[in-house]
């Protein structure tokens, strides 16, 4: 039978909720990933360091037994954040990062920045201490295209805060344009991205050709093909600046499957196996090695995993839903078939 082993690979841009939700998703992602960034984007949002230590505890709890699995928590940047918050941020080493959501871009962002340049000496904060700023780069400009937000951004803000910043290492969260491709190539190495399953598989004819299909409808949303073709190059191109973060955003199918769905693509279950998809069919699997589990933890500057993972070639069938009664949740390709399978 034909394998693939790899070092234990971490996610470095995760969401897992709270509750319920936590308890169905958590067990996925530890038994996939070593490690994980996670989005502090909860009802409310995870400000401080103090928050982000209790939700850190929650986490462990939902860790199935047996299974070692570190989350890395992150803060959420708003225009009230303290500068004595980033400094207790920058002493622990539980917290890895702060995420700047543009207010109202997405899932839980009313708390985030409406405007960008009024928080540049939290910005100057963050370089000085050398923490990473995850991006969620999109414009909000309600005007603008929901197609063009992403290169809006990059444009209009990304630059600007790139430009000012040269010492901020930045990551740009789950590309999705060639523009953002070529942004992040051409900048220096602090300044890096991720790149979800979905992007790199998928192009808008699976969120909106012969039927509306809500479980591919994620922001920034997906993109024309020449876009997801940019995507698959950077990820299979060996290049460290890119690296995997599935952005695995659970909500139950009652709220995607509606007249307003939410936006998040529910893929921690299968993650390795549609990246390993993705690799192969670029003939590059081996390039996902690095991508999975080397160049995240360089950029973070946390060592590389021990131990190993096996993906077996053997077709099999997503799950419909996971989760019991009023919180289920549908998987990304649920029911279809995949042919890398995790052992
Ligand atoms: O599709 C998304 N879902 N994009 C985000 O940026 C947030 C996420 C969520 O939290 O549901
Ligand atoms: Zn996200």
Not at 1 to 8: D, P, V, Y
Not at 22 to 27: I, R
Not at 117 to 144: M, N, Q, R, V, W
Not at 171 to 198: C, K, M, R, W
Request: charged content about 20%; some cysteine.
């Amino acid at each position: 039978m034909k394998t693939l082993t790899i070092t234990r690979p971490d996610d470095w841009h995760i969401h897992v909720r709270n509750g319920a939700v936590l308890k169905t998703v958590l067990p996925h992602t530890a038994r996939q990933f070593a490690r994980a960034i996670i989005m502090p984007n909860l009802k409310p949002p995870v400000t401080t360091v103090e928050q982000a230590l209790t939700y850190r505890k929650e986490i462990l709890q939902a860790v199935p037994a047996g299974i070692d699995f570190i989350p890395l928590m992150t803060l959420y940047l708003t225009a009230t954040t303290k500068i004595s918050e980033i400094k207790k941020a920058a002493e622990s080493d539980q917290i890895y990062a702060f995420k700047l959501y543009p207010a109202g871009a997405t899932t839980n962002s009313d708390s985030g920045i409406a405007n960008i340049s009024a928080i540049y000496p939290l910005l100057a904060e963050l370089e000085k201490f050398d923490i990473p700023l995850l991006i969620h780069g999109e414009t909000t400009d309600i005007d603008c295209d929901i197609f063009d937000r992403e290169r809006v951004f990059i444009d209009t803000i990304l630059t600007d805060i790139a430009r000012n910043f040269p010492n901020l290492r930045i990551v740009l969260e789950h590309v999705t344009t060639n523009e953002a491709v070529q942004f992040v190539y051409a900048s220096g190495d602090n300044i890096a991205a991720t790149i979800t399953p979905q992007h790199l598989l998928y192009n808008r004819n699976a969120l909106l050709s012969g039927g509306i299909r809500p479980h591919y409808y994620c922001l920034p949303i997906i993109k024309r093909e020449k876009h997801r073709l940019a995507l698959v190059q950077a990820a299979t191109s060996g290049n460290p600046k890119f690296f995997l973060g599935t952005d695995s955003a659970p909500h139950i199918t009652s709220l995607k499957e509606t007249s307003c769905g939410c936006a998040g693509c529910y893929s921690a279950y299968t993650a390795l196996e549609l990246y390993a998809e993705v690799f192969e069919q670029a003939g590059s699997l081996n390039k996902l090695e690095g991508f999975a589990s080397f160049y995240g933890a360089d950029f973070y500057r946390l060592p590389r995993n021990s131990g190993t993972v096996t993906l077996e070639k053997i077709t099999w069938r997503i799950p419909l839903t996971f989760g019991k009664n009023d919180n289920t949740i549908t998987p990304i390709k649920a029911g279809e078939e995949l042919s890398w399978k995790m052992q």
